[in-house]
């Protein structure tokens, strides 16, 4: 009797931890708001800036006591070590192979019968860290996503937007165009992004590169995860 009791109890508790390792796998692939998308990345830059300041402050002079040689031997493996402490970083957040989904909204504006063209407003962008010459965010080419730089109020900022501006032209059909007109309170375009980092050396100087890759654009009722429409970058 006391060996049921005590498998059932085990058993219990094994199911508790693969519950709980379910939960924090399907939370990191949950929606998510632009400034949480935002802070993730402000996360990875202050990373990135503080490693490299603290290369430069280590490597800029010779020891008082170190030969040139020394010198040089201690700058090769404090580069190396550097580039591990970021691929590391990455491979500890599992970047790049996390997908984080951002939601912006999508608000229909007027659909065009005679065209099948339905145009769509979307007035959000993403918050993003601004470039300095020690870290640089990147965006690679591609047909929906960018990043621009403005000057707001005397501030700068750096922001990640589509590159149609604000009004997408969607092709569609009169039927699953008024669906997506019902379903407008809930309507969204949702970016996967992937993002990784890497440390480049030119003339000696280190620059962190944060990478951020859309991989998939769509537009969804976010009630029903309905995919009304998507695409690749």
């Known amino acids: 009797m006391m060996k049921r009791i005590l498998f059932c109890a085990i058993l219990l508790m094994s199911s508790g931890v693969v519950a709980r390792a379910q939960q924090t796998s399907l939370a990191a692939d949950e929606n998510m708001k632009p400034d949480a998308f935002t802070q993730a990345l402000k996360t990875e830059w202050t990373f990135l800036r503080d490693e490299i300041d603290k290369f430069v402050s280590s490597t800029k002079a010779k020891d008082e006591f170190e030969t040139t040689v020394e010198f040089e031997r201690r700058q090769a493996k404090e ?37 099948e063209v339905y145009t769509l407003i ?92 859309p991989k998939l654009v769509e537009l969804v009722d976010v009630q029903k995860n309905q995919v009304f429409w998507k695409d690749t970058p």
């Open 79 to 115: 580069r190396a070590d550097l580039v591990t402490r970021v691929r590391n970083r990455m491979e500890e957040q599992k970047f790049p192979k996390r997908v984080l989904k951002v939601l912006l909204k999508a608000n229909p504006k007027l659909y065009d019968a005679d065209t």
């Open 122 to 213: 979307c007035n959000e962008t993403i918050e993003a860290p601004y470039n300095i010459p020690t870290v640089v965010c990147y965006i690679p080419s591609n047909r929906y996503v960018m990043l621009s730089d403005s000057v707001e109020g005397g501030f700068r900022f750096s922001k990640i937007t589509f590159n149609f501006g604000t009004e997408f032209k969607w092709h569609v059909t009169r039927d699953i165009a008024k669906m997506a007109k019902a379903a407008q309170n809930n309507l969204y375009f949702r970016i996967h992004f992937v993002i990784d980092a890497n440390v480049n050396f030119v003339a000696g100087a280190p620059q962190a590169v944060l990478t951020i890759t």
